[in-house]
């Protein structure tokens, strides 16, 4: 069975910086890439980032480019975004999903966790 | 970046109805579109890929059409189970982008 487990969430000051982890099981990690989509409260969805099965490629949504990191270890089996510069609107429910497709799909997003919260105030 | 416009944002219906929701994408995406369902306090669940294409254990009642700018999502007969927010996705370039979200609620 597919499990993806976020952590990190927590309630940080605007500037700060925080790191979330996902925890993937039940599946070869390393055979797919893996992305973050936030929600904000009450909001719809944003694609946040993505990163290919052997992080050689990493892609980035405008609102967070230059201040997020997304990264992986396939040892751990394990997703992380760093976040930097952390403003209130990305005060959100972080959700990391796994890509559809062997290899490079980068498409659809076929199993997710059940999301962190991260809340950005003073 | 491509926007997606999904309509109407909610619709009421009762069990046993034909739903139909659209999404529009503000440039042609091909066929590289997916629609999620998404219950409170729950995560996104893939139902629909490659525009029509159902995921697997996802029933038949779901069915997606569609190519380049216009595309619907229909449920041919309404469940107690489907009442939820549905999100239309592009997958045709970055950054990648959904709709606004659908809500189907109880009539």
């Known amino acids: 069975e597919v499990q993806l487990v976020e952590s990190g969430g927590v309630v940080v000051q605007p500037g700060g910086s925080l790191r979330l982890s996902c925890a993937a099981s039940g599946f070869t990690f390393d055979d797919y890439a893996m992305h973050w989509v936030r929600q904000a409260p009450g909001k719809g969805l944003e694609w946040v980032s993505l990163?290919?099965?052997?992080?050689?490629?990493?892609y980035y949504a405008d609102s967070v480019k230059g201040r997020f990191t997304i990264s992986r270890d396939n040892s751990k089996n394990s997703l992380y975004l760093q976040m930097n510069s952390l403003r209130a609107e990305d005060t959100a429910l972080y959700y990391c999903?796994?890509?559809?497709?062997?290899?490079?799909?980068?498409?659809?997003?076929?199993?997710w966790g059940q999301g962190t919260l991260v809340t950005v105030s003073s | 970046d491509i926007q997606m416009t999904q309509s109407p944002s909610s619709v009421s219906a009762s069990v046993g109805d034909r739903v139909t929701i659209t999404c529009r994408a503000s440039q042609g995406i091909s066929s590289w579109l997916a629609w999620y369902q998404q219950k409170p306090g729950k995560a996104p669940k893939l139902l629909i890929y490659?525009?029509?294409s159902l995921q697997s254990g996802v029933p038949s009642r779901f069915s997606g059409s569609g190519s380049g700018t216009d595309f619907t999502l229909t449920i041919s007969s309404l469940q107690p189970e489907d009442f939820a927010t549905y999100y239309c996705q592009q997958a045709n370039s970055f950054p990648r982008s959904f709709g606004g979200g659908t809500k189907v609620e109880i009539k």
């Open positions: 490659a525009a029509s």
């Open positions: 999903a796994k890509d559809r497709e062997v290899g490079s799909g980068y498409a659809y997003f076929d199993y």
């Open positions: 990163i290919s099965w052997d992080g050689g490629s990493t």
